[in-house]
């Protein structure tokens, strides 16, 4: 049956990295609406989520004064919500504004899509918008009846039907992978603070909420999860928890690993150290 | 707990690569870029637009980025008789990925789509090497490049569309001056 069926896919400059999207069909049948389908959730959830563009509901949330309220769209209230759960399990090690210096959220959530400002902060969803992008474009791929797809937004991926095997990068020898991992209807994303002269405008750079300082340069974390956007958030908080990060783990039904030099922690925790031929 | 759901490799992504699990992807050809963008009734005239050392330095000028090629690869689309846009394959060089991409503009030069036709991640040595290079340039329809049969995705890559966003600057620019009066 699997020879049956051929690879088709593309690639878009979308979400400020490359994506690209892969579905199996049957030999003779054409792909490509299916696929630009899928584009178009991407570009929908970036239309709502880009706190680059002043149009978006980010940027409108950003324009709020403390105490006023607005009607946002059912995507990025999911967004906020799953947001919220996951800075409150991680003890606001994940926050969507990183950068205020209030504790607790800015934004107060209400049912029918209401939210209020309740202090300042610039909201950025950089950390999960992408990943709920990837689940968004592989939900239009379930809902087009393929049979096998994946979807990746440079380095958050999300596959279902076929496994899909991608490999993680060393974080300070790009030109090398550490792991190869098989995803099978699930999400892998991966975090990095690449080193300077690897990635010199820094983009994709987390920071620890309040402090602002720099996570470690040289470490990757990669987490699996049912969901990409799980998946995108939990890699920021593993990043910053490291072992304390095994609860919030359980609670989303996800795994992950952490590379720093030549050795990897999984977490749950356990070491492993590479074998000698990596170097 | 089990950890067998990632395998631990140490292997060089160079070497993956000669071995023909290639860190590059070819996603559509010319012909299928085209008929993607314009529909199969579309007809295609190529006029390419050619860059001297003066149309550089205006281009340049314009975007704020370097032109390095002599040729724009463009066609002029044509359906039902009249011009329905056009049709430009452009080229990034970055220092860590090599990107080349078809830009459908309409008729009055907005941004219809944008697709990229081949991908190659590489970490310097292949694009300082020229005979790599020369696989790239001179660049016509009927050239498909073999980049291996399996293509596999890296996580954790630094892939950046920047270089991207620079280049269909510079393809608008080169729009604006050379292709908007030309009609």
Redesign the interface.
Known sequence: MISSLKISNRARPLLGTIVEIGVHVEAGLCSQEVISKAFEQIECVERLMSRFDRDSEVSKINRLNVGDELTVSSDLMRVLKISCEISTLSGGMFNISPRSVVDGDVLKLYGNERIKRVHKGLIDLGGIAKGYAVDQAIECLKRANVASAYVNAGGDVRAFGQPHEIFVRHPSEPNKSVASVRLHNNALATSANYDEAINADQSGMVVYPKTVQRATAGVSVSVMAPTCMVADALTKCMLMLQEKVDPLLHQFDARGFLVHGNQITSFPRKINTLSSHAN | ?N?D??????????T?AVAGHVCA?E??TVEQAQK?MFGNEASFKQSDVKLNRAAKKAIKAASGVSVERRILPTWKVFDGGELSGYFIIDEVIG??DF?T?AIALSPVGKIKQ???LV?REN?GYEVRNPRWRSQFVGYDSGTTLDLGEE????????????H??EGVNRVLATYDLFLKNQQ
């Open positions: 707990m950890d759901w990632f395998k631990l490799i140490g292997v060089p992504l160079a993956l992807a996603y559509l993607l220092k860590h990107i991409y944008i697709e990229i991908y970490y293509v596999k995705n890296i996580s954790g890559a630094t892939m950046s569309c920047r991207i966003t």
